[in-house]
């Protein structure tokens, strides 16, 4: 699988790729390399997106609207940390929960995340089965968990500009704002061309 790249195994446990971790390359900039003559991409070198909460919560709520008896996805940021809380109901009955989210990922239209810590009603552990119904009740290939690891995986690709190719290097937590810093990335216009 594809998503499996962003992630390395050893010892059977799960741990971030050092070189992954957003650790500051002290080397200088390089040179882009030579464009194809029939190249129509934009490159860019460093990007830093910043979401505020408000921001998160609505895109939280557009994943949200294509799984059934999910409610009330809410994304909170804190310094270090983010968070969801969220209300699913299995067997008709409304289940509260919250989780940490840690060791965030973006690779190939897929983003990734530890899930550190999972409650229900504040103090309940959520178990596995709870997280893989969701995944059964979300739209096909939009979700994929790894209970193992504790990772879940979002597809994007429904959203993202086709052609574009961006590589997260290092995730931000502050007080009500996330932000994303990518490193060299590019986009094809080609298929926007064609549009005009």
């Known amino acids: ?20 971790l957003g650790v500051e390359s002290k080397a200088s900039a390089k040179p ?7 190249d129509l991409r934009v490159r860019w070198r ?5 979401f505020d909460e408000r921001t998160l919560n609505r895109l939280a709520e557009r994943v949200a609207e294509r799984i059934p008896d999910l ?3 809410r994304i909170h940021v804190q310094p270090g940390e983010l968070s969801a809380t969220l209300v699913v109901h299995r067997f008709g009955v409304p289940l509260s929960a919250k989780a940490t989210l840690s060791q965030l990922r973006l690779k190939d239209c897929f983003v990734a995340f530890v899930l550190d810590k999972l409650q229900a009603l504040s103090f309940i552990p959520i178990p596995d089965q ?19 690891d504790r990772i879940m995986v979002v597809n994007l690709s429904p959203w993202m500009p086709p052609g574009i190719d961006l ?3 290092r ?10 810093e990518f490193g060299d990335g590019s986009y094809d216009l080609e298929s926007l061309l064609q549009q005009g």
């Open 32 to 38: 882009l390399p030579p464009e194809p003559p029939d």
């Open 171 to 180: 995730t931000v937590f502050e007080d009500g704002a996330l932000t994303l």
């Open 130 to 148: 709870l997280l893989s119904y969701l995944v059964q009740k979300a739209p096909r290939g939009l979700l994929t968990y790894y209970p193992d």
């Open 71 to 73: 409610q009330d996805l």
């Open 1 to 20: 699988m594809a998503v499996l790249a962003i992630f390395a195994k050893r010892s059977g446990k799960w741990r971030p790729d050092p070189l992954q």
């Open 46 to 50: 460093g990007l830093a997106l910043t």
């Open 167 to 169: 590589s997260l290097e």
